[in-house]
């Protein structure tokens, strides 16, 4: 583990040393229209993210013209990074070696404690198995999208191959497993878990669902309301169409299908952000981080 550790910091330092000197060669250079600008590294993975088709759906590109000009320009960072979560369907593991291989993977480079393999997962080797930065609501939802995969005994064993911190993690993001028609009970911004078929929904099903973006106004950011239907595209996960109660999913990309098949899904409920009429409490919803098929 030390020669690892040694080998990572070793690696960092030669890292931070060239970014030094990128730095200092950057602001010596003469400023001009070709010199790139902070905005060029969301440029390029907006780029990507165009090219792999996360951006696009039949009907064409999620994007308007005016907010991918200001994408283009780098000058929209925080709208960028509303598309950096992309709901995924993940590949079911069924048996504990292959949840382990996943997990106890030992972390990403700075993940000095964590060794692959070693049959104890901590909380980067949680973030990097649940494809997070950090093992928050994101990676906990995948850990137990996957270990709900497994059998009630190996279960178990995942459960209590976290360590100390890892399993703090878990137990302060654990999401609630209910049923679609209860998941909008819960409290704003709390994770859950729905076993359900998703059909699609028409966006006039999601009349008054609204979100906030940022958008740039000169030199600053403003908050502005939008369709919910202008960023996702909505599945009905409970009622019927029209009918009050009904659970309505909201999910990115718009061309990612889920239809024909049961699905175990992990959310975050979220509520409308547009005044309600009196009397009337906001209009709830589900933003999907992903799903398992059961």
């Not at 550790?5 to 950057?26: D, E, F, K, Q, Y």
Request: charge should be positive; hydrophobic fraction near 40%; charged fraction near 25%.
């Amino acid at each position: 583990m030390v020669p690892r550790a040694l080998g990572t910091i070793a690696i960092a330092l030669v890292a931070l040393s060239m970014l030094m000197n990128a730095s200092t060669a950057r602001s010596q250079a003469q400023p001009s229209e070709q010199t790139p600008r902070i905005g060029a590294r969301v440029d390029r993975s907006h780029q990507d993210a165009r090219r792999a088709g996360t951006h696009a759906n039949a009907e064409g590109a999620c994007l308007s013209k005016t907010e991918s000009d200001s994408l283009n320009r780098g000058s929209n960072q925080r709208l960028a990074s509303q598309y950096a979560a992309f709901m995924k369907v993940l590949k079911p593991l069924r048996t504990l070696d292959g949840f382990s291989r996943a997990f106890d993977n030992g972390g990403r480079f700075w993940s000095l404690w964590s060794d692959a393999g070693d049959g104890v997962i901590t909380k980067g080797e949680l973030a990097k198995g649940g494809a997070s930065l950090a093992a928050g609501r994101t990676a906990v939802l995948h850990f137990e999208l996957l270990r709900g995969c497994l059998s009630v005994a190996d279960a178990k064993e995942a459960l209590a191959s976290l360590d100390k911190k890892a399993t703090a993690r878990w137990k302060k993001h654990e999401p609630v497993r209910c049923s679609s028609a209860d998941a909008l009970a819960q409290r704003k911004g709390t994770a859950v878990i729905v076993e359900c078929e998703p059909v699609r929904a028409e966006d006039r099903e999601g009349e008054g669902l609204t979100l906030v973006i940022m958008i740039p106004a000169g030199k600053v950011m403003v908050p502005v309301v939008v369709p919910v239907t202008r960023r996702y595209r909505l599945w009905r996960l409970s009622g019927r169409a029209g009918s009050a109660g009904t659970t309505l999913l909201a999910v990115s990309p718009k061309g990612l299908d889920l239809s024909g098949r049961r699905l175990a899904i992990g959310a975050i409920v979220e509520e409308s952000h547009s005044k309600p009429a009196k009397g009337e409490s906001k209009r709830r919803y589900l933003v999907g981080v992903a799903a398992c098929p059961i």
